[in-house]
């Protein structure tokens, strides 16, 4: 796993006299709060806007702005991306602090929402990070409106890490949301590795060519076909190897949690050699779904059944 460069954070500029507008934190340990204090954040320009698939935009961000971004290392790294408000063109940057993000006095908090590093280029500071366009959500209604010369905002990133060459199979399982990640994750594998990939999408108009060395077996689900068996019904089907399997799994949060179980419970897979990731929940805001994750974090944490590393890793199951 790649770490991100702990530097000075860039912020905005507020006036001494104002009061800072602070969101409160978790309530992690000094150290970790000293450590998300470090998280860098950049404001950088939309420079191009692409039509992937019908439903996925991919809008590439950069130029001297994103100087000592520190991706592109790793497979699933992750970013907090910082929305204008609706109407404006450049968003209000917070500044991370031990006790939660500052906003200047009078400002209201910005939409911000995480998403994959799709691709990065140090040389030339671009970054690249596609959207899934459903309809709705502020996220996707900005990509879907992005235009050159719009500016958005960055942190991070954290996370990442490079495939094991030690299993004999990497088993990656996801939906659109998680589409991205596979792509990032599938390009790092080492070659000749024998990897079992299993996306749900829309419909065959969504699915991508996945550039990658190793020995790959996609199957591809599309939900509007009728029969069509879900994610969880196919990973109970297969036929299990013998040797190490790794697992990385993404998409609805109940999807993520019953083919953790699977995974964990029925095919005996040791946490270790598990990554299962929710990003988004049925039925469910983006913010409802947050505040309730937060109060299940706090009680995780307060009970030692999930530990601040694994919530910086993005690996805690709080649906266990």
Known sequence: MTEPTTAPMAGPRTDPKTEPKTEPGIGFSAEVQRQLAQIRTYLAPVLRVEQVTPKMTR??????????????????????????????????????????????????????????????????????VDFVIHGH?????????????????????????????????HLLVGDDSALPAIA????????????????????????????TEATADVQWLHR??????????????????????????????????????HLLRERGMERGCLRATGYWRQGKTTDEWAAEDMVKLRAALAEGRVTEAQVLRGEADLDD
């Open 59 to 128: 809008v590439r961000v950069g130029g001297p702005e994103l100087t000592g971004f520190a991706g592109g290392r790793g497979a699933d790294e992750h970013i907090k991306l910082i929305f204008p408000a609706p109407g404006e063109r450049v968003p209000v940057l917070p500044t991370f602090t031990p006790n939660g993000l500052r906003y200047p006095e009078g400002v209201p908090p910005s939409h911000a929402r995480s998403y994959t590093v799709r691709r990065y280029d140090p040389l030339t500071n671009e970054l690249d």
């Open 137 to 169: 959500g502020a996220a996707s209604e900005w990509a879907r409106l992005a235009r050159p010369g719009d500016q958005l905002g960055i942190a991070g990133p954290k996370g990442g890490f490079l495939p094991s060459d030690d299993a004999d199979l």
């Open 184 to 211: 990032t994750i599938l390009e790092h594998m080492p070659p000749g590795a024998a990897v079992r990939a299993v996306i749900e999408v829309a419909d065959a108009d969504e699915e991508q060519e996945l550039a």
């Open 224 to 261: 509007s076909a009728v029969g069509t068996p879900s994610l969880v019904e196919v990973v109970r089907s297969l036929t299990w190897p013998s040797g190490l399997v790794h697992a990385w799994v993404a998409g609805e949060a109940g999807v993520v949690r019953d083919l953790r179980r």
